[in-house]
């Protein structure tokens, strides 16, 4: 792919069976998740709507959309990263100059394709997920699409394994530029000591769910599900650690649902 090549170009045309004419009227040009599927800790759905509709959604790539689209039917689809915040990552990308990356989780492959697009021509991203089938199945054949495959270094299996032979190899200590981490909760702080190894000092280390639904909020006697209780654990054991870090700066945004962006110093 050429650089400067344009996003249609990159992305293709939309898939007929995506046709955005039979999912919103033409007053309603953005295509919004609907609620309790929508994805932001913002407590008016009309201010995130005008979001989307205003900044996101009009420069939103069509081989992102598509993909959205797709992912948006699937039975998992809030594992997704939020469109906004795909947009926030890619910007990250730019902003870095980052050439080489990594991505802890995969699923169907928005957060991925948002960093490939964003990539140099001869950029990679070593995405890593426990298993592919859904992103070979639903999120691959956009990435192939957008012409970006060539980015894209999947590595099948446990992330904690796949970072200790990334590190096993000297030549990658401090060789990535940014590293994005949407997995298994109970494990971000043992990927964030191995990340602290392989971003360089500079770079950026970004955490999804860093908010877990606003419950990281609650007292901690407060009720919760069977499900959210270990994963707010973890968070906030994740949040008090970051902030004590003093090899990383730390900004936390509440966007989707909650960003940590870690920038190494040391």
Not at 57 to 73: H, S, V
Not at 89 to 111: D, Q, R, W
Not at 158 to 166: I, N
Request: net charge negative; with cysteine.
């Amino acid at each position: 792919m050429l650089v400067g090549a344009s996003k249609e170009n990159q992305c293709g045309r939309q898939a007929k069976s995506l046709k955005e004419s039979s999912m919103a009227s033409k007053d309603s040009p953005a295509v919004m998740p609907s609620p309790p599927d929508v994805k932001t800790l913002l407590k008016s759905q009309a201010l995130y709507k005008y979001i989307l509709d205003t900044t996101v959604l009009p420069n939103e790539p069509e081989c992102m959309r598509e993909l959205r689209l797709l992912t948006d039917k699937h039975e998992l689809r809030i594992m997704a990263s939020s469109p906004d915040e795909a947009q926030l990552l890619g910007m990250l990308v730019k902003i870095t100059g980052a050439k080489n990356t990594i991505e802890v989780g995969v699923y169907t492959g928005h957060s991925l394709l948002a960093t490939a697009l964003a990539l140099p021509d001869d950029g990679k991203v070593v995405a890593i997920d426990t298993k592919r089938d859904d992103y070979d199945r639903i999120g691959r054949q956009f990435v192939e699409k957008a012409g970006v495959e060539h980015k894209v270094d999947f590595r099948e299996g446990p992330a904690l394994d796949h970072l200790a032979e990334l590190l096993a190899d000297d030549g990658n200590l401090g060789r990535f530029d940014m590293a994005f981490v949407d997995a298994d909760k109970p494990n971000y702080v043992r990927y964030h000591e191995q990340l602290l190894r392989l971003v360089r000092v500079g770079g950026l280390i970004i955490y999804d769910n860093t908010l877990w639904s606003g419950t990281v909020a609650l007292p901690d006697d407060a009720p919760l599900s069977d499900f959210d209780r270990p994963y707010c654990v973890a968070i906030k054991d994740l949040n008090v650690r970051l902030a004590a870090d003093k090899r990383v700066e730390v900004v936390q945004l509440a966007i989707a649902d909650g960003v940590t962006i870690c920038r190494r110093v040391v």
